[in-house]
């Protein structure tokens, strides 16, 4: 008995070019849910391969490599031993499925791989793969072509419920793996035709599912005959038959340009979030990253160069009477010198300027947190105030961010505290314009002015008598 595999449904090969997250190609693709656990074969292309090695850790072959799996098979363990028979691939339904978080999909059909428990007697280390392999040849017929790139292995994945104690046994692995093949070349000299072959353990334990993503950088060279091979695996230096339950299984890949625009997309994304007060237009040769709220002055900048809110909140501005600007600041190495300026309107209607006085941001580890866009966090930040004199009456419209020296400097959570911002400030600032006019005092005529006055008001009623 070399390898049990509880299989749920299978999904067949992707039949044309999809696009995952943003911009990638899915190759392969199973969630385990079609599987007819009497049909003789656990089928959907899924195969075994038994390896050996001679040390512990499963480093160097001892009587194969990989572009050579050694008595593929794909035999249900329900009809085979049903039948008196014996193998090495086990399929049969997983009692207990996979559960995602809180929402456990108990019933759920799902792939049991497990390691070999008996064939240690000669050997340091075995490893059980459970694999799928598609070609550029199987490809082209769905006008899917290869290319180098970023390759992912998804997957979910949870300790087997055969494993009583929960807990793998020291020295067995259990993990997902990428192997590339140049069909054209397998000699020795060209090291049996492999491009990558790759393994990535995958930590599992009683706490419950691991939502996997391995990415696998692959440079295909000029080759045009390959193999692609991916799947699960369990090794062991025991005898030991500890292993995993995978579902919700993919391969998929993206090339370079389809990375870059991805990142783009991303930095574009977050340049676009008017949650947060950034200043995300960059000029005069300034430079910004959206994504890690980073701002730099380089050396060739412009005197006048510095960041803009052009994608500004509507319900932010204007801002009316604020007392000051807090906000979180470091840098990887060195300082910069930070400062604002308000303006009444942006340029070139910008008639009424104010600047801030500047602070120092000093280096720290400057690294946003996850969730970036929303400025969740920056570990090694310095928190800065900024104050700003009271009694101007001006309703600012706009608002600049400006930096000194070289050094790349993260800046989040700017917030303008104090006074009015929004409908508020344009509200505050129309009833106390109202309020001085209505405080303005009435001038008073002198008394030969009044006496003027009183002389006209009754020449123009005797003319309208004559009349």
């Not at 299978?10 to 007819?36: I, Y």
């Not at 050996?52 to 085979?80: L, M």
């Not at 009692?95 to 000669?122: E, M």
């Amino acid at each position: 008995m070399n390898i049990k595999m509880v299989c749920g449904a299978v999904v067949a090969l992707a039949a044309a070019f999809s696009s995952v997250g943003h911009a990638q190609t899915t190759l392969m693709s199973d969630d385990f849910e079609s599987l007819d656990k009497t049909a003789a074969l656990v089928g959907n292309d899924w195969l075994w391969q038994k390896q050996y090695f001679k040390d512990a850790g499963c480093v160097t072959y001892n009587n194969q490599y990989p572009g050579n799996p050694e008595a593929a098979k794909n035999q249900n363990y329900f009809t085979v031993i049903g039948a008196g028979g014996g193998g090495t691939l086990y399929g049969e339904y997983s009692n207990q499925g996979i559960a995602d978080g809180d929402n456990s999909i108990s019933g759920d059909l799902s792939l049991n791989v497990y390691a070999d428990t008996y064939g240690l007697s000669n050997d340091a280390c075995t490893r059980s793969r459970t694999f799928k392999t598609v070609t550029t040849t199987s490809l082209a017929s769905d006008d899917v072509t290869l290319a180098s790139g970023e390759y992912t292995v998804a997957a979910k994945a949870k300790i087997s419920s055969y494993d009583p104690d929960q807990t793998l046994v020291s020295g067995a692995k259990v993990g997902v793996f990428l192997t590339v093949i140049d069909l054209d070349d397998q000699s020795e000299t060209n090291n049996f035709g492999i491009i990558t072959n790759t393994y990535r353990e995958v930590a599992i334990n009683s706490a419950g599912v691991v939502t996997v993503a391995e990415k696998f950088d692959v440079a295909l060279g000029t080759s045009t005959n390959l193999s692609v091979t991916a799947g699960f695996y369990s090794q062991n230096d025991l005898n030991a038959g500890d292993g995993g339950i995978w579902d919700d299984f993919s391969l998929s890949f993206a090339t370079q340009s389809e990375q870059e625009a991805e990142a783009e997309a991303v930095e574009n994304a977050a340049c676009a979030d008017t949650s947060v007060l950034r200043f995300e237009d960059a000029f005069g040769g300034a430079k910004v990253k959206c994504l890690t709220d980073t701002y730099q002055m380089p050396a060739d900048a412009k005197s006048f160069a510095g960041f803009g809110d052009t994608k500004r909140n509507v319900d932010m501005y204007p801002f009316y009477k604020p007392e000051s600007i807090t906000f979180d600041c470091a840098t990887v190495s060195g300082s910069a010198e930070v400062s604002f300026q308000f303006e009444n309107a942006p340029y070139p209607a910008n008639t009424s300027i104010y600047r801030t006085d500047s602070v120092t941001c000093n280096s720290g580890t400057s690294s946003v947190g996850s969730g970036t866009g929303k400025q969740s966090s920056l570990a090694g930040k310095t928190s800065k105030t900024i104050a700003i004199p009271a009694g101007d009456t001006t309703k600012w419209g706009n608002l600049l961010l400006y930096v000194k020296g070289e050094a790349p400097v993260t800046i989040t959570d700017i917030k303008v505290v104090g006074g009015y911002s929004g409908p508020a400030a344009t509200a505050a600032a129309t009833a106390d314009a109202a309020a001085a006019f209505a405080a303005l005092p009435v001038p008073a005529l002198p008394i030969w002015g009044l006496l003027a006055l009183s002389g006209l008001i009754g020449f123009m009623g005797l003319r309208r008598r004559r009349k």
